[in-house]
């Protein structure tokens, strides 16, 4: 009750404001404060000084804000850069024979579930196999390409901008610190290799894109003649994190099987009562490569000396 | 006992009768006070005071850099005057260490303080996660929410999240703190007041009801008297003590009892205790015994607190019950007494459950459907079985999520019941239960071979 009279008797306050002779009526102010908020989404206080400094003309009081935007974003990522950034999502794109794999974080999870930090790792995925597709071939099967934080900021996304210039608006927009993290860029050398790539919580329909916690690129050979069982494989790397392929013939398995770092050894995910070898050989698939992303599990700083690889060398297995 | 007994149950219960929404007829309401004083003197629920401060769970959400910490502070800090709070500075609640409850690691500050109305409970959760895992912990509820947002800033895009997660979890009233009223003009102030309220509404809350209060949390901290300091956070707690309905105890639903023990008195019969956890019982009622697939009617034969006999009892009381016609060997502990015909006995619900990561103790490996182990609520144990929905492929530890949850035999479990599941005496979820659903056939007790139906297929 007293809420409705404070604000009906600010409605009338404002009303009779309003009806006051001025250069510019208050009430017609605010209004056009309000759309331009509304259609931009930028703060408030900007938006006001927006129309201030364009003479409520909104229109140019939007291109203003759209170039301050970018600088503004800037500016905010310096401010937070510190902190840290531990939350957020794995995505993975692939086809047939390339694959890329991304982790972009934030502060809060609150952050990581908004529609604006989904289009920026869509964006980011997307710009990361594109690059999978362009760059030059490695000796073995697959090409492989690590890329850090600031090689992948420098790659072009949709619009022409860098993905770190895209980066800098989302941090502008979202206040949060967010950081391209890391990303994995595989394409395969020849025609039998294939790429599958998985993340969990998997979505409810499959597709070639998909984000979670959790997720994993694989490269292999598998004949024609059986089922495919790629992404199978990659539930499997997600869920039981194996730390290498393993080698039959100088690994041994580990005596206590939840342990198992070996993924031929370690006992098949979708069927407990297989080891994973025995599932590779029973399918003929054999295992080339695999790389697993859990968000946030990378926390090391940048290590000073180590020199940043440019991005024209590629990067491959020993 | 005394007249001086009979004038207080008199003009001591009047306001508790009002607040109480019972049906009796007007000449027994003053026998049934008389009575209600009894259970008052020897129920060690109530002691000296007749009223008792209710109590509130609330807590803050928001933006990181909005203030929400500032805000507690600030709030204690007001109340330490009065008295009725410890201050906690902002570095204590910002850098609260890691609480481990049941073995789950929680992110969250607690802070408590006191109205003249009412003891609060104030729980700052830094993440969505955070406050699901608190949440089925059991660790904290939250009640009502204080949404803080900076005035300069304005709504952010993740506000909408928050205003997500205060809904997914059921919080029925939420108030608006606008933060940093100081560095901005009253125009901007009514615009982000508006802007509010609509998103607000977007959400299902009444925006146009919604108490929105404007001020500066860092100048309250501060204890500056201007209109955006210490006033601002008075007329909050206000809104808070006003806006947010005492929580009343549920005495119009069938009486409902979950057993804690039993034993029998010679000459007399098989006798069960346990807490009333809502409704009214009285002597004499039909009454059912249920659980581990069993329903067995009886009657309540004499209703004891403390020793000495009652014609009824409330919820919240801790009682026992004499049995018609029992036998010892048919109580196990675990099951309920129930009014007659009034719940149903269920091998089948839907709860909402977390698997311990790996660093809290849990497994190493996800989870599929048709996990089966043992599930543990107070002080008994089941076999149970746990089926993901279609559209999951596997939980991984350090998840939550809903689950259909399958018992080797019907028992009685109610909304918020409390769980875990723990695999050769390790705890490796924790949960709680969110709906019963119809019963389902387990074939010769092999959980292994039920079929499940899901509710959207």
New interface residues.
């Given amino acids: 009750m007293k809420?409705k009279v404070k604000s009906y008797s600010?409605m009338i306050f404002?009303l009779v404001r309003s009806l006051h002779t001025g250069p510019v009526c208050?009430a017609a102010?605010?209004s056009l404060?309000?759309k331009l908020?509304k259609k931009t989404?930028y703060?408030?206080?900007n938006c006001?000084k927006a129309l201030e400094m364009h003479n409520n003309d909104t229109d140019k009081a939007e291109a203003w804000l759209n170039e301050q935007a970018q600088a503004m974003g800037w500016a905010k990522a310096t401010k937070l850069a510190g902190r840290t950034a531990l939350?957020g999502l794995v995505a993975v794109k692939f086809d047939k024979n390339h694959g890329a794999l991304v982790e972009l974080n934030c502060?809060?999870?609150?952050?990581a579930?908004?529609?604006?930090f989904h289009k920026m790792i869509e964006d980011a995925t997307l710009a990361c196999f594109k690059f999978a597709h362009t760059h030059m071939q490695s000796k073995g099967p697959v090409t492989k390409m690590e890329l850090d934080s600031e090689q992948l900021g420098n790659l072009a996304s949709e619009g022409g901008k860098k993905l770190s210039e895209t980066l800098a608006l989302f941090i502008g927009?979202?206040?949060?610190n967010a950081v391209l993290r890391r990303a994995e860029c595989w394409k395969a050398n020849s025609n039998d290799v294939k790429i599958a790539g998985y993340t969990?919580?998997?979505p409810?329909v499959a597709g070639d894109y998909s984000a979670g916690?959790?997720g994993a690129l694989l490269a292999y050979k598998q004949a024609n003649d059986h089922e495919d069982i790629g992404k199978q494989l990659c539930?499997h790397i997600?869920?039981?994190a194996p730390r290498k392929i393993g080698d039959k013939e100088a690994d041994k398995p580990a005596k206590n099987t939840?342990d198992e770092t070996c993924l031929i050894f370690q006992e098949y995910?979708l069927d407990p009562s297989y080891t994973v070898e025995e599932i590779l050989q029973q399918n003929k698939v054999e295992v080339i490569d695999y790389v697993r992303f859990s968000c946030g599990e990378s926390v090391e700083a940048n290590m000073p000396g180590v020199e940043k690889q440019p991005l024209d060398t590629v990067q491959t297995m020993q | 006992m005394s007249g001086r007994l009979i004038f207080r149950s008199i003009f001591n219960n009047y306001p508790n009768k009002l607040l109480l929404n019972r049906n009796f007829s007007p000449c027994s309401s003053v026998l049934v006070s008389i009575f209600n004083v009894n259970n008052k003197a020897f129920c060690t629920k109530t002691k000296a005071k007749v009223t008792e401060k209710k109590h509130c769970n609330i807590g803050t959400i928001g933006?990181?850099?909005h203030g929400k910490t500032t805000l507690t502070a600030a709030i204690t800090k007001v109340l330490s005057k009065d008295g009725s709070a410890r201050f906690v500075s902002y570095d204590e609640i910002d850098k609260a260490p890691e609480e481990k409850a049941r073995g789950i690691t929680i992110n969250a500050a607690h802070v408590g303080y006191s109205t003249k109305n009412r003891h609060y409970a104030h729980t700052d959760c830094?993440?969505?996660?955070d406050y699901i895992r608190n949440m089925i912990s059991g660790a904290s509820q939250m009640d009502a929410a204080i949404l803080v947002v900076a005035?300069?800033?304005?709504p952010?895009?993740?506000t909408?999240?928050?205003l997500?997660?205060a809904k997914q979890v059921g919080i029925q009233y939420i108030l608006v703190y606008i933060n940093k009223a100081d560095?901005?003009d009253n125009?901007?102030l009514?615009?982000?007041e508006?802007?509010m309220r609509e998103m607000l509404t977007d959400f299902g809350y009444d925006g146009s009801?919604v108490?929105m209060i404007c001020g500066s949390a860092l100048k309250a901290l501060n204890e500056d008297e201007s209109e955006y300091g210490t006033p601002s956070i008075r007329k909050l707690l206000d809104a808070i003590d006003n806006y947010v309905p005492p929580i009343v105890r549920d005495l119009s639903s069938p009486f409902l009892m979950p057993i804690d023990n039993a034993f029998t008195v010679p000459g007399r019969g098989t006798v069960v205790v346990g807490t009333l956890k809502r409704g009214v019982m009285k002597k004499n009622d039909d009454a059912e015994l249920m659980g581990f697939g069993f329903s067995i009617k009886t009657t309540l034969s004499d209703i004891q607190i403390f020793k000495k006999s009652v014609g009824e009892a409330l919820a919240g009381d801790n009682v026992g019950v004499l049995l018609r016609g029992l036998k010892i060997r048919s109580v196990e502990s675990g099951m309920l007494l129930c009014a007659a015909k009034s719940v149903q006995l269920s091998n089948h619900y839907k709860a909402k459950i977390y698997f311990l990561s790996r660093s809290e103790g849990g497994r190493?490996?996800?989870v599929f459907s048709k996990y089966s182990q043992q599930m543990f609520s107070g002080t008994w144990n089941i076999a149970c079985r746990i089926d993901l929905e279609p559209?999951?492929?596997?939980m991984?530890p350090g998840?939550h999520g809903e689950v259909y949850l399958t018992l080797l035999e019907g028992m009685v479990m109610t909304q918020g019941q409390p769980f875990t599941i723990r695999e050769n005496n390790v705890t490796v979820a924790t949960g709680i239960i969110t709906e019963t659903l119809p019963s389902l056939d387990v074939p010769n007790g092999k959980l292994g071979k039920v079929v499940i139906k899901y509710e959207n297929s």
């Fill in positions: 809420q600010k404002q208050r102010e605010s404060l309000a908020r989404g703060t408030i206080a006001k939350q502060e809060t999870d609150f952050v579930k908004n529609d604006k927009s979202v206040g949060e969990h919580p998997a409810t916690k959790y539930q997600v869920g039981c939840d995910l | 933006h990181v850099d830094p993440g969505h996660a005035a300069n800033d304005g952010m895009p993740q909408r999240e928050h997500l997660l560095l901005v125009e901007l009514e615009l982000v508006i802007e009801r108490p190493k490996k996800p559209t999951m492929d596997m991984m998840d």
